[in-house]
């Protein structure tokens, strides 16, 4: 897209879709305005991280018995405060906290955010692009005040979703159901402003991103469409790329604008995978299915998988259409062959 002299800033993009995402109120928008503030405020961290001393490990670990980097911890912090202020959020489910925290004072409020706050962290020492990402639900139930069977609602009861990189620009990319768009910091005024309106995702892609150190454990459909990816084939643009940085939320947006697709499949190891449903799947599947693309876990959309953890994994395919359509094919074809 030409750049643009009309400069559109997050927060006038989301007082025009307002009126269009029912967000009457402006309830909606407190929360972005507060998601906004502290995807600033965690920009300026981690851009300093390698100065002062915010790297490392620290000292803790968090509900998986994963190591919390000092940079998980400060970014957890920074946005679970912004949320509580906004007060329109009754409830934060986070990657950092075991137990969901309901909002003192704001437990009759109608949104629960899910956060994964700094997603990729194992790459923050090493300077590689990492990420927030965020989910957004309203309340469902009639009860006055959010109680735990709230919060166990399917992908696609999700009114919000997005994430933040700290790349090597700044992006904030989000969807409210009416297609996805991207906004890119501009340090020197402080603003995101429009950068990626509307966008598709190519509904086919020559990157695949997986891991491929656990080749030997993946299920057998999974080997075979590596092997496809790998191989020969002038007509169909093969062999693909194979990139793979290891932090979810850069895989994906290369993706997002390229096309491609990102495997986190079940192994012996990990039956449900890695990535966690409620923070970091649902959100991107969202995403991906506004922009065009598709998400399962090999034998379901995510979007529909029933929550029984917060803290849930399951496998996922995201990405181009065909791409997925395809993996997915080849996964469930090997699994009937082996029943
Ligand atoms: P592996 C980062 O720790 C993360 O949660 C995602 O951002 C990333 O896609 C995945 O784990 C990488 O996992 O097992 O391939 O190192």
Redesign the pocket.
């Known amino acids: 897209m030409p750049y643009s002299n009309e400069i559109i800033t997050l927060e006038q993009f989301i007082v025009d879709q307002q009126a269009l995402y029912k967000d009457a109120g402006g309830s909606l928008s407190r929360i972005f305005r507060s998601i906004e503030l502290a995807a600033k405020v965690v920009n300026r961290d981690v851009r300093k991280a390698g100065l002062v001393d915010i790297l490392g490990n620290q000292g803790s670990t968090n509900t998986h018995g994963e190591d919390q980097k000092k940079l998980d911890v400060i970014a957890n912090d920074r946005f679970i405060n912004a949320l509580s202020k906004s007060g329109e959020v009754s409830v934060v489910i986070s990657e950092e906290n075991d137990e969901p925290i309901f909002v003192e004072g704001s437990e009759e409020e109608k949104y629960i955010v899910a956060i994964d706050p700094l997603?990729?962290?194992?790459n923050i020492d090493v300077n590689a692009s990492i990420g927030t990402i965020f989910s957004i639900y309203r309340r469902p139930s009639s009860s006055k005040v959010a109680n735990e069977k709230d919060l166990y609602q399917k992908g696609k009861h999700q009114v919000a979703a997005g994430y933040v990189i700290y790349g090597s620009s700044t992006m904030l990319v989000y969807t409210t159901g009416l297609g996805v768009n991207g906004f890119t910091l501009d340090d020197s005024i402080q603003e995101f402003c429009l950068s990626h309106p509307n966008i598709q995702i190519p509904t086919d892609g020559k990157i695949f991103s997986v891991?491929e150190?656990?080749y030997a454990e993946f299920p057998q459909g999974v080997k075979n469409y590596v092997e496809y990816c790998k191989s020969k084939d002038k007509e169909t643009n093969r062999p693909y790329g194979a990139r793979?940085i290891?932090?979810?939320?850069a895989?994906f947006h290369r993706n997002l604008l390229k096309g491609g697709i990102f495997m986190?499949p079940p192994t012996p190891k990990t039956p449900n995978g890695?990535?966690r449903l409620m923070y970091?799947c649902n959100p991107m599947s969202f995403l991906i299915e506004q922009a065009g693309g598709k998400s399962s876990t090999g034998t379901a959309r995510i979007l529909e998988v029933e929550p029984t953890d917060l803290h849930q994994r399951v496998p996922i395919f995201i990405g181009s259409a065909n791409m997925v359509d395809l993996a997915v094919k080849m996964y469930q074809e090997a699994e009937v062959a082996t029943v």
């Open positions: 997603d990729g962290s194992s891991n150190g656990n793979y290891g932090s979810l939320i895989d986190y890695k990535l970091e």
